[in-house]
């Protein structure tokens, strides 16, 4: 298996710029979650979504974050417009499904730097 | 509520020796379970070890063993033979409920230095 996959791995943005962070999922995998880490903050959930669905956007900062999952396999994470405060570390992790079987990988991570 | 807590910020081992890394958590949620992840310099963020709630034995993964102590809610991760490459940053995330739609919380981290 690939892993969860994310794109871009890394952007750089002016201020009031859309980005568009992206994810695939492990295949078979039924949760999927949009972390953010800085080094202010530590490792924050954003959003996660349990079989396509929204469960949980509590994390998600203001009104400028937007994330969708169309289907099993692709996740996108928006922020429109972008300031120089959301520069972080943006990770997508996917989970499995069933009991003992709940471990949660991560991809890659975007580094997104909004100057 | 549900918490996550490491109190060490940052330690420093000697290279071969075994190093035990902090966590306690925190839920009212009988069924539950607990990871450790490392994240190197390079910033991945990797899965080590998961136990769960009901598991009967510690988990044990090569040279990581998680010393499960229920009734006092701890999870410490135990790194035997400690070697350079386990310098990182270390997170105990807990996940309440047993099942893949509940969400994960992460602790602050414990910053490892192995010392050659």
């Known amino acids: 298996d690939a892993g969860v996959i994310q794109s871009p791995r890394h952007e750089v943005t002016e201020m009031g710029q859309e980005v568009t962070l992206r994810c695939k999922p492990i295949?078979?995998?039924?949760?999927l979650f949009w972390y953010r880490q800085t080094m202010m903050r530590g490792l924050e959930l954003l959003i996660y979504?349990?079989?396509?669905?929204?469960?949980?956007d509590s994390g998600m900062p203001e009104d400028r974050f937007s994330a969708k999952m169309p289907n099993a396999s692709f996740s996108t994470l928006k922020i429109q417009p972008s300031e120089p405060r959301d520069s972080a570390v943006y990770f997508c992790?996917?989970?499995?499904?069933?009991?003992?079987?709940?471990?949660?990988?991560f991809g890659p991570g975007t580094r997104l730097t909004v100057l | 509520a549900q918490k996550i807590t490491q109190t060490q910020p940052g330690m420093f081992v000697q290279e071969k020796e075994a190093v035990t890394l902090d966590c306690t958590y925190d839920t009212s949620d009988p069924s539950y379970g607990l990871f450790w992840y490392k994240q190197p310099s390079s910033g991945e963020m990797i899965f080590l070890i998961y136990?769960?709630?009901?598991?009967?034995q510690n988990a044990t993964e090569g040279r990581y063993s998680l010393n499960f102590q229920k009734a006092r809610k701890s999870a410490n991760l135990v790194i035997s033979a400690s070697q350079l490459g386990d310098s990182a940053m270390y997170f105990c995330a807990m996940a309440s409920g047993y099942s893949s739609a509940s969400k994960i919380i992460f602790g602050s981290g414990t910053r490892l230095s192995i010392r050659p």
């Open positions: 295949s078979g995998h039924n949760s």
């Open positions: 979504f349990n079989n396509n669905v929204p469960i949980d």
């Open positions: 136990q769960g709630s009901y598991d009967q």
């Open positions: 992790a996917s989970r499995g499904q069933g009991a003992g079987t709940d471990t949660q990988y």
